[in-house]
């Protein structure tokens, strides 16, 4: 069934084609938990800023795929920096 | 097989009218109503007083002289019984004695899936009532004045990196962490509760689910569509100023106890209230936007913001009327109605929120074959200590090796989850094709343009003077200017946010 009451019959051939009724969508608002923490990645701080010396206490692997893609933007993969440090770091 | 109108039509049980959709991006009224079940419609005037009348006392023509007497527009009975009949029944507002009452859901692109109740609503209720106080203005003032003063102290006196160190170094500190970060969302969202409370809404639940890739907790602040713009701003500004309340009270925390730990956690908890206001997705920067457009659904106007504003393959847009006169651009079905500010809104934000939609989920579905497999190594490898640290009395190493496995699972679960949607999506479209092509062949039947109503009536649109499109266009089925025939056809012609999601 849609869900608009948009127009599907006779009301179509009608000025009343305009006078519909709308399901709005559920106001959810999200607090999303950003499980792979870029604020540990030595790359998210700026260079020279006051937490860029963090490079200092991650010494494990670059991101070697994805790092750099959007680093501000909110990414739908943002722990896979992790995965990739914890996978090196299981090779290694 | 439609069913007649009911001889006494009567609204839904538990149907509330809540008046107008105030701070509205469309160019003419619009109303709202709640169905008992809490899902909120949106209504042209004429069918909220419609459904006013509509109180099993009147028939259609009863119903008729009432909106007559309320409004001043001249509408028949068998106009009432049409628009009860298409309108209003199918969306549960208007009941049929032995009928069942369908009750749709509005379907929404990037929602929340797998929704579990965390604390019920009366429980919320309660809880913001008591919260709504901070969101008073000398206590607003007053916290983040605070909240500066305490942040300055903080990270001048204390070492972030230090602190980031520490909990990099100590499994322990990490779940400390980990269960801080989830505190503060629940807090965000309390916030969220307390400022839709304040503004005069009541809050719903508030839980969890799973949001694209991500666990999410959230508060259903649904009732909000009736307050004022500035209402539903505060309700989605209040999560963030919350964050800040939080951060405060770990200040707090942090000057009586000297946890270095909580440096890193003020940290977080800033970057946290920062990251919601990315208007992308869902999170509070996607409302704040809706908001100052006054569009309830952006996303289901994307795709029509998107036709209209990129440039076609064919020279549709040169077009002239037989006077030469240049005719502006077509509005497509999803923007009619919207004032040029909204409009403008709208539009900027689908160019920007649709190629990083875009760009991230094409790097989803490329880098699903490297982090899947790698996912499964990773969290094996976190998982394998955790036995013998059971096996040893060492709990709480084994608790930090578990949350980190789970830590490294949950970002590769959902994009398992978000590739099935893509899935489903595609799959249904590839379905629906041949359907989809077929309308878009087919002749447009009818225009509203000089027709009449099923009983010969004048149009209720054109008695009162109103387009019965929208307000911009020169009438009834045309758009873009005088002399400029809207090849949309009127059936397509929405009043601003009706699009089916």
Request: positive net charge; charged residues 15%; contains cysteine.
């Amino acid at each position: 069934m849609s869900t608009n009451s948009e127009p599907t019959g006779d009301a179509e051939a009608t000025p009343f084609a305009s006078e519909i009724a709308e399901l709005l969508p559920d106001r959810l608002t999200l607090a999303a938990l950003e499980i792979g923490r870029k604020e540990f990645d030595p790359t998210f701080w700026p260079v020279n800023s006051p937490w860029s010396n963090m490079g200092q206490i991650s010494a494990n692997g670059e991101p070697s795929i994805l790092g750099g893609i959007l680093p501000i933007l909110i990414s739908l993969v943002p722990s896979i920096n992790i995965i990739f440090q914890i996978d090196e770091h299981h090779d290694r | 097989m439609t069913l007649p109108a009911p001889a006494r039509p009567r609204r839904a049980d538990g149907l509330v009218l809540l008046g107008a959709f105030a701070g509205s991006g469309l160019d003419r009224p619009v109303e709202l109503a709640r169905r008992a079940d809490g899902q909120v419609v949106t209504l042209t005037t004429l069918l909220a007083d419609i459904l006013a009348a509509a109180d099993g006392t009147r028939d259609a023509d009863g119903i008729a002289a009432e909106v007559a007497a309320r409004s001043g527009r001249a509408v028949s009975g068998a106009d009432v019984a049409l628009l009860i009949v298409e309108r209003l029944r199918p969306l549960g507002l208007v009941t049929t004695p032995g009928e069942p009452v369908p009750a749709p859901r509005a379907a929404a692109r990037f929602t929340l899936a797998g929704r579990r109740t965390l604390l019920r609503a009366p429980v919320v209720g309660r809880l913001s009532a008591v919260l709504a106080v901070m969101f008073r203005p000398p206590v607003i003032a007053g916290a983040l004045l605070a909240l500066a003063v305490a942040d300055g102290w903080a990270l001048r006196r204390h070492s972030v990196a230090a602190s980031a160190a520490a909990v990099l170094a100590t499994p322990s500190l990490m779940v400390v962490i980990v269960a801080l970060t989830l505190c503060g969302a629940l807090v965000h969202e309390c916030g969220h509760a307390a400022a839709c409370r304040y503004g005069g809404a009541t809050p719903g639940v508030i839980g969890f689910g799973m949001y694209l890739v991500w666990p999410a907790f959230f508060t259903d602040v649904t009732d909000s569509y009736r307050l004022s713009r500035a209402g539903r701003l505060r309700t989605d500004l209040g999560g963030i100023y919350f964050n800040g309340l939080y951060a405060l009270a770990l200040a707090g925390a942090l000057a009586l106890t000297h946890a270095q730990v909580l440096v890193t956690a003020i940290v977080l908890a800033h970057l946290d209230g920062a990251r919601q206001l990315a208007p992308f997705v869902r999170l509070d920067g996607y409302y704040i936007v809706a908001d100052l457009a006054g569009v309830p659904d952006l996303f289901s106007r994307m795709g029509p913001a998107l036709r209209h504003a990129l440039p076609r393959r064919h020279n549709r847009d040169s077009r002239h009327d037989q006077d030469g006169q240049h005719c502006p651009r077509p509005v497509p079905a999803g923007l009619t109605g919207l004032t040029r500010r909204a409009r403008l809104l709208v539009t900027a934000w689908a160019l920007i929120a649709a190629p990083t939609i875009l760009v991230n989920l094409v790097v989803l579905v490329a880098s699903a074959p490297f982090v899947l497999p790698r996912t499964v190594r990773a969290v094996r490898t976190q998982l394998a200590p955790a036995g013998p640290a059971i096996g040893d009395g060492h709990v709480l190493a084994a608790a930090a090796d578990a949350v980190a496995a789970a830590v490294v699972a949950l970002p590769a679960a959902g994009m398992v989850f978000v590739l099935f949607l893509l899935a489903r999506t595609v799959l249904r479209t590839l379905r629906e094709w041949p359907a989809l092509a077929r309308r878009g062949r087919s002749p447009r039947s009818t225009s509203s343009s000089g027709a009449t109503g099923p009983s010969g009536a004048t149009s209720p649109s054109g008695s009162t003077g109103r387009s019965g499109s929208t307000g911009r266009s020169g009438g009834p089925g045309r758009a873009g200017g005088e002399g400029c025939h809207d090849p949309l056809g009127a059936a397509e012609v929405h009043p601003g946010n009706l699009e089916t999601p």
